[in-house]
């Protein structure tokens, strides 16, 4: 049975449009976070959340935002994708326990083209 | 110096060789260290944890050398189906983890 799920698998927008990709888990993990993998790259954090803290990262451009609006859903929205947003975009979730997080698991991605 | 570093490969190997994958990591601090998959346009899948005793599961032998910052991977009677990216993942003080480019592995008949 799926842990992480994303939706959708596959999405193409326009330049400009705003998109939103949701994520849900089933794992009851604290920890969620949002990945953006470009071809022949490492993923590369966008940002996380522990609990409802949210915690960006320094180089997280603004137009891209979350919302975690509880414990198993959190949503990545675009607000004016351009093309160099294409990209894959994993979601992955976590346990924070005693100062320390467990093994990150990965939903199957969502795979974004802007044209 | 790259917080995470691994060469990129790709690494052609016939089936049944040995192979081994190298990485370095710039922050002495990080706590924790992994091997991921990952197969082509599919997300990453933990492959083995790396402790500092080395572990070894089934044909996959891990090594952590933490006073070289130094982590590898080796890969034993290598199968067709072996062939994917393998990450170096390290879990740094800041709590999140800092994934390397990744090494492809393509193991061939």
């Known amino acids: 049975d799926a842990m992480v799920i994303q939706n959708p698998r596959y999405q193409v927008t326009q330049f400009g449009k705003p998109v939103t990709l949701s994520c849900s888990q089933t794992l009851n993990h604290n920890v969620m976070y949002w990945y953006q993998q470009k071809s022949s790259q490492a993923p590369k954090l966008l940002f996380h959340?522990?609990?409802?803290?949210?915690?960006n990262e320094a180089d997280t451009p603004d137009n891209f935002q979350s919302r975690r609006p509880n414990t198993s859903f959190c949503f990545l929205d675009i607000r004016s994708p351009g093309l160099g947003d294409t990209a894959m975009y994993l979601c992955?979730?976590?346990?924070?326990?005693?100062?320390?997080?467990?093994?990150?698991?990965f939903g199957p991605g969502t795979r974004l083209t802007v044209l | 110096r790259k917080e995470v570093e691994q060469d990129p490969g790709p690494f052609n190997v016939p089936e049944g060789a040995t192979v081994a994958f190298n990485c370095t990591y710039s922050n002495s601090a990080s706590q924790s260290f992994f091997w991921y998959r990952q197969d082509c346009r599919k997300e990453p899948k933990l492959l083995m944890s790396?402790?500092?005793s080395g572990n070894e599961d089934g044909r996959f032998t891990a090594q952590l050398n933490r006073a070289s910052q130094y982590i590898s991977l080796l890969i034993r009677d290598s199968k067709l189906s072996d062939s994917a990216t393998y990450l170096c993942v390290v879990n740094p003080p800041s709590g999140t983890l800092t994934f390397g480019k990744g090494t492809m592995l393509l193991v061939s008949p």
């Open positions: 992955a979730t976590s346990r924070l326990s005693g100062g320390s997080t467990d093994t990150q698991y």
């Open positions: 959340y522990y609990d409802k803290d949210f915690n």
């Open positions: 790396v402790y500092s």
